[in-house]
């Protein structure tokens, strides 16, 4: 097949991880007969240095031409001033909204070689398996903003049709796994929430009986999330509480640097990227961890191009990668680790080793 996929390397780490993601996506294609098309434009602080704009009107045109987008991360100290009106984290934000990407897919399922690297016990992580569809285009990071001299706010809103599409997705995800949905709310305290636990409570009934569903607080969920990983499938969160809890849920993977995300609307055509930022106190040094990067391009793979074969064959690439032990510094014992390029070419042996091309396709 063909396909174009646009790079936004971004700040930070960001151009090291999406160059260790893409040379493995042209591995695959290699392998598989596919042509892959890579272009690359600017986003964030990188964006604002070049054009003054944090998603430049080329940027956001090649995504809209583009069948997926591979992004890296954006912002830094540099654009970090608090009184600053330009953001690089403004460009992120910006591109998934026009795109209409409002599921975030992060799944977390630490691998059995890396749980030392985990500050849970290991006993509680062994077959921890879990999605968070986190929403991603509404909630408090949209609403309204205002500042006075002495005051400031922000308005958190959601309306029906977004709560019944991200609940929908959810529950499409959940039927091919284990069937069951947690969803997170604060639907003491909140009137958003109060809606959002209505309206998943009404599309479960009606349109996903199969679905066994549950409600939690946010609060209560964020210590469940440790003390009982396992038991949980898929979780439907609002926008927020999903950044944090999943920040949260990376941990039981061991690393940020280890989980991947996909950004998804009605079409095909996603964005993809690590849950991690920018990393600047470790940018340009070659030592970041690409393994996120690189299993979301294998999203990529999935959701945008359908290619599962694929797909998996990076998953168990970074798998073969990790039961080596090809540690970068976030997952290694006292932080010695390889650096970036040693475990892309861990990645890039497994991929030669393990993946047998299931036929030629054109
Ligand atoms: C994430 C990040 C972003 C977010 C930031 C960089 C705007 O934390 O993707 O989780 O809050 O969505
Ligand atoms: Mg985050």
């Not at 240095?49 to 997926?68: F, K, M, S």
């Not at 070659?286 to 999203?299: D, F, K, V």
Request: net charge negative.
């Amino acid at each position: 097949m063909q396909a174009d996929i646009l790079v936004l390397p971004g700040d930070g780490i960001g151009p090291e991880v999406t160059a260790a993601a893409v040379q493995v996506l042209r591995a695959v294609a290699q392998r598989y007969g596919h042509v892959f098309r890579f272009e690359e434009k600017l986003i964030g602080g990188a964006a604002i240095d070049a054009t003054g704009e944090p998603l430049p009107a080329d940027t956001l045109a090649a995504a809209q031409r583009a069948h997926a987008v591979l992004l890296g991360a954006v912002g830094g100290p540099k654009w970090s001033d608090p009184k600053a009106t330009v953001r690089p984290e403004q460009g992120l934000l910006a591109i998934r909204r026009a795109l209409g990407l409002y599921a975030n897919l992060r799944p977390v399922k630490p691998h059995p070689a890396a749980l030392g690297a985990s500050p849970i016990k290991p006993h509680l992580l062994t077959g921890v398996d879990l999605m968070v569809v986190r929403e991603l285009t509404g909630g408090i990071y949209f609403g309204q903003k205002q500042r006075t001299a002495d005051s400031a706010s922000d308005l958190c809103e959601y309306s029906v049709a977004e709560i019944e599409r991200v609940t929908r997705r959810a529950c499409t995800l959940a039927q091919s796994r284990r069937g069951r949905v947690t969803s997170v709310d604060k639907a003491n305290v909140l009137e958003t929430s109060r809606l959002w636990r209505e309206v998943v409570t009404r599309v479960v009934r009606e349109e996903f009986p199969g679905i066994e569903l549950e409600h939690q607080l946010v609060d209560s969920m964020a210590m469940h999330l440790l003390a009982k990983p396992r038991e949980y499938d898929v979780i439907v969160t609002e926008n927020m509480f999903g950044d944090i809890l999943t920040d949260e849920a990376s941990m039981l993977a061991g690393s940020l640097g280890l989980l991947p995300s996909a950004s998804l609307g009605e079409s095909t055509v996603g964005l993809y990227e690590p849950i991690h930022g920018s990393a600047p106190d470790i940018a340009g040094r070659g030592i970041a961890n690409p393994y996120a990067t690189i299993l979301s391009a294998a999203m990529l793979l999935r959701h945008s191009l359908g290619l599962e074969n694929e797909a998996r064959c990076i998953e168990k690439a970074v798998d073969g990668a990790l039961d080596n032990g090809v540690f970068t510094a976030d997952l290694a014992p006292g932080g010695r680790g390889v650096g970036t390029q040693a475990a892309t070419a861990a990645v890039l042996e497994q991929l030669e080793l393990e993946c047998q091309p299931v036929m030629m396709r054109d």
